[in-house]
């Protein structure tokens, strides 16, 4: 009975370590570009460059499947960050491509019947609500995909346009404060 339980132990520790070097040994390193160019882009998941989210679209730029002015929340910012990073030429929006002004969902609460639909169509949780009560936007976590807008069964959703303003302004280049106090 001893016997076995040390035959027993002494296989899963080989085996461990069998795995543990295998691990290692044919370890898949990801694409360090990939990652650098996903954190330029908004991360809205929205799918309208043509990808259903900003990895896959990062993927695409990086392997050269894809160009650098697909993506609208981002805008031409994002497109300047993009060829920036990349080291190629500023391009405008592509055919069919056009910038979107920032925007936000609104639910109007009369109106929402609380189908969840939206719910499960927004890809970043910015809808709080439960089945059969009425739904609200959390603002804050809004990107303006417009995926919860379609499936809405008694379009009770608006996108309303952000008007730009010194809250959300956004310098094109870093700016410098010089503290004169210190």
Same mark, same amino acid.
Do not use: R, S, W, Y
């Given at each position: 009975m001893l016997?076995?339980?040390?035959? +027993?132990?002494?296989?899963a520790i080989?085996?461990?370590a069998v795995l543990g070097f295998s691990a290692m040994r044919f370890r898949v390193e990801g694409n360090p570009l990939v990652?650098?160019?996903d954190a330029v882009l908004p991360q809205t998941q929205c799918g309208q460059c043509g990808y259903p989210g900003c990895k896959p679209y990062a993927t695409a730029i990086a392997g050269g499947e894809a160009d650098i002015n697909q993506c609208p929340p981002g805008g031409e910012e994002g497109i300047?960050?993009?060829a920036e990073l990349l080291g190629v030429e500023f391009k405008p929006f592509g055919e069919g491509v056009q910038p979107k002004p920032k925007s936000v969902a609104f639910i109007d609460e009369n109106i929402c019947i609380g189908c969840t639909l939206c719910l499960q169509a927004c890809p970043v949780d910015a809808i709080a609500g439960a089945a059969k009560q009425m739904h609200t936007i959390i603002a804050a976590e809004c990107t303006g995909? !417009?995926?919860?807008v379609p499936p809405c069964p008694v379009d009770c959703?608006? +996108?309303? !346009?952000? !008007?730009e303003d010194v809250n959300n302004w956004k310098w094109r280049y870093p700016v410098y404060v010089?503290?004169?106090?210190?």
């Open positions: 016997t076995a339980l040390f035959v +027993m132990a002494a296989i080989v085996l461990g990652d650098k160019i300047h960050k993009l995909c !417009e995926l919860c959703i608006d +996108m309303i !346009e952000i !008007e010089i503290n004169p106090a210190q």
